[in-house]
């Protein structure tokens, strides 16, 4: 059973950026790609994009264009997100998931990541 | 965009009992949709995937019908572990779009 392993807990200023990583158990780049979402409490996900690990290929949701920035680096067998411009709406955590397509369902998710924007 | 709704946004239910969610598309999204369940502070799990087939480890007192735009997810005789938060998710266009979930507790 693979999983995703992602980084800790982000406490960041408002203005500034945060890169969040995710690796998976295995190696299946070869197989898969890697979305990212993030969730406020008490509300549903929010879909922000996803990578090609193998080729670097991305797409964006239209809500974060300009902002994100989703990379891998298969040598360490991780992708990252990284997010600039922080504002306090940008609160919430944060998970990776892998799809095996561009679109589809996704399964299985990383364990998340709390990303904290506060001065 | 395709917008995703939900209901009940809230769902008191017994141990034992049924439970009944429903989701439902702004356009129709064919059998593209899946189900998950998130405990508190936890990873989504998929239930469902391809609006009525359920993941592998998947117990059969889930189910799941629809296509188009109507969606239900039943979960038959509720178990404690069953509590919890679940949100449907729509695949056919970009972007990705889920619904805002409904919270199943006692």
């Known amino acids: 059973q693979v999983q995703l392993v992602q980084s800790g807990t982000a406490v960041i200023k408002p203005g500034a950026s945060v890169k969040v990583s995710c690796r998976p158990s295995?190696?299946?780049?070869?197989?898969?790609?890697i979305h990212w979402m993030r969730q406020a409490p008490g509300q549903g996900p929010e879909w922000m994009g996803w990578?090609?690990?193998?080729?670097?290929?991305?797409l964006y949701a239209q809500n974060f264009q300009g902002r994100v920035t989703m990379t891998s680096e298969t040598s360490v067998n991780s992708v990252y997100m990284d997010l600039s411009g922080l504002t306090s709406n940008d609160t919430a955590t944060y998970f990776c998931?892998?799809?095996?397509?561009?679109?589809?369902?996704?399964?299985?998710w990383g364990q998340g990541t709390l990303v904290a924007v506060s001065s | 965009e395709i917008v995703m709704t939900q209901s009940p946004a809230s769902l008191s239910v017994s141990p034992g009992q049924r439970a009944t969610l429903s989701c439902r598309a702004s356009?129709?999204?064919?059998?593209?949709v899946a189900w998950y369940q998130q405990e508190p502070g936890q990873a989504p799990r998929l239930l469902i995937y391809?609006?009525?087939i359920r993941a592998t480890g998947i117990p059969a007192r889930f189910s799941a019908s629809g296509s188009g735009t109507e969606f239900t997810l039943t979960i038959s005789s509720l178990q404690s572990e069953d509590f919890g938060f679940y949100f449907c998710?729509?695949?056919?266009?970009?972007?990705?779009?889920f619904g805002p979930g409904t919270k199943v507790d006692v």
């Open positions: 391809g609006a009525s």
């Open positions: 356009h129709s999204v064919s059998s593209d």
């Open positions: 998710q729509q695949y056919k266009n970009w972007p990705l779009t």
């Open positions: 990578i090609n690990p193998r080729t670097g290929d991305t």
């Open positions: 998931a892998l799809v095996g397509a561009t679109r589809g369902w996704l399964d299985p």
């Open positions: 295995g190696n299946i780049f070869t197989v898969y790609f």
